[in-house]
């Protein structure tokens, strides 16, 4: 938090405590909405957290209310009465009370569909009934459209009739009769052209949709390659039925990888913030993985014992950092691929470039560190272990660059064949690219270690 925000939570607190409520509502006008969850969450206890949201300016509530985290939702709806239920709902937009219900206990979900209009209730159990991982899960109906045959002077005039009521006026859409989708117009093309020229004179015909059942993430995607502020959502017919607006695309971004940063430490995703989850709920997101990894290790225990008795001492006690640099080495890969693989920028027909690169750079990198260890292991381990030869130290990082080179490997392939099978890259690939790995450089260490040296 920067010194500025810190002092305003200061004079925030002072005014709340001391009932200065005059100054405590000129203050809050020039806050934005999810400094002022932040405050009330984080500096007020529950009854208190009550109290300062009904103290809120009625323009800034139901803002704040969609910056809360589920549990503090939860909390402030339990004590309104159905008359200050029903004033948040209607000033808030159509996606963030789906997002809210879907967070919600079934009595509360209850409760907020009986406050709410019938026909905002009739739209919000028509969202409700796309998959979660869909763009119609995170659109709003609530977008702006004009006939083709409007002129500019009527498309503003229903801008200024409806428009505070809209997600976003910036970007309008045009449709037929049918609400089939023909054009898109932003209020800029309206403000350079004549107030008489026909909406169909100064629409794009060509626009960018995206379709009900299309996945959340490529949907965000494309904001990130367009730089758009609103995507049309459209129905197997061609129909508009919805947008869905930069800020729900960030959030997907946010929530996506998030995901896989928690995939790929083996650790089961979860929604809620980690000062909010219970200690079982991180013991049961953390526990199947850790305990599966424990299993898959005996593959390499059994390889180590298979050759441990031909094994000097010297050599055994270089085990931990071969299978170390290599396993690194993997990883590094893998994330990378896995996450080009989640932005679009690799496909799996890509596989053959993928691995040209990666053997170039394993070879680099892999050169590299074996020269850095042969250096260390004659100028620092031989100080204090005489053993350590000439030929062993070259066994060891030869073998290291052996490693590394077939650990980037595996870690390019691995999540591209994974892809190539429609299953989660971030779940199955660094799981078991850490055994493949491991049990590779065992092999290839203890065999060429007793093949030179024994």
């Not at 879907?102 to 907020?112: C, L």
């Not at 129909?239 to 430490?265: F, L, R, S, Y």
Request: aromatic share 8%; glycine share 2%; net charge negative.
């Amino acid at each position: 938090m920067n010194e500025e925000l810190e002092m305003l939570y200061e004079k925030l607190l002072y005014s709340f405590e001391n009932r200065k409520f005059a100054d405590l509502r000129m203050a809050l006008l020039d806050m934005e909405p999810f400094d002022i969850a932040q405050f009330i969450e984080d500096n007020l206890d529950e009854k208190a957290q009550v109290v300062f949201f009904r103290l809120l300016p009625k323009e800034l509530a139901s803002d704040v209310f969609v910056e809360f985290d589920s549990d503090t939702q939860e909390l402030l709806i339990k004590a309104f009465t159905d008359k200050e239920l029903k004033a948040i709902i209607d000033d808030m937009f159509l996606d963030d009370t789906v997002d809210i219900i879907e967070e919600m206990p079934a009595n509360v979900v209850k409760r907020i569909l009986k406050n709410s209009a019938p026909e905002d209730r009739k739209q919000i159990n028509e969202l409700l009934k796309y998959p979660d991982y869909s763009a119609g899960s995170i659109m709003t109906t609530e977008y702006t459209s004009f006939s083709a045959k409007s002129t500019v002077k009527e498309a503003f005039d229903k801008i200024s009739r409806t428009g505070q009521n809209k997600e976003t006026i910036y970007t309008c859409y045009v449709t037929d009769s049918k609400k089939h989708l023909i054009g898109v117009v932003t209020v800029r093309d309206l403000l350079f052209a004549d107030k008489d020229e026909l909406i169909e004179n100064v629409m794009d015909p060509s626009v960018i949709t995206v379709d009900t059942l299309e996945d959340k993430e490529e949907v965000a995607l494309k904001f990130s390659k367009y730089d758009f502020i609103a995507l049309p959502v459209i129905d197997h017919e061609g129909c508009i039925v919805g947008i869905v607006t930069v800020d729900d695309a960030v959030d997907v971004i946010q929530e996506e990888a998030t995901e896989d940063i928690q995939k790929m430490a083996a650790i089961l995703p979860s929604e809620k913030p980690y000062l909010k989850q219970s200690v079982f709920s991180i013991w049961k997101s953390r526990i199947p993985w850790l305990i599966m990894l424990m299993l898959t290790s005996t593959f390499t225990s059994i390889i180590l014992a298979g050759y441990e008795s031909r094994l000097s001492p010297v050599l055994y006690a270089f085990v931990p950092m071969l299978m170390g640099t290599a396993g690194n080495a993997g990883g590094q890969t893998s994330v990378t691929v896995i996450r080009a693989l989640a932005l679009c920028e690799v496909e799996p027909k890509d596989l053959f470039r993928v691995i040209l690169k990666e053997v170039l750079v394993s070879l680099a990198v892999g050169l590299t560190v074996a020269v850095v260890c042969f250096g260390k292991l004659m100028l620092l381990d031989r100080l204090y272990d005489a053993s350590i030869t000439v030929d062993v130290s070259l066994v060891i990082s030869a073998v290291c660059l052996i490693s590394i080179v077939l650990a980037k490997l595996v870690g390019c392939m691995l999540p591209i064949f994974v892809k190539l099978v429609r299953l989660d890259p971030a779940v199955v690939a660094s799981p078991v690219m850490t055994t493949i790995v491991d049990a590779l450089s065992l092999i290839i260490y203890c065999s060429i270690s007793i093949a030179i040296l024994v």
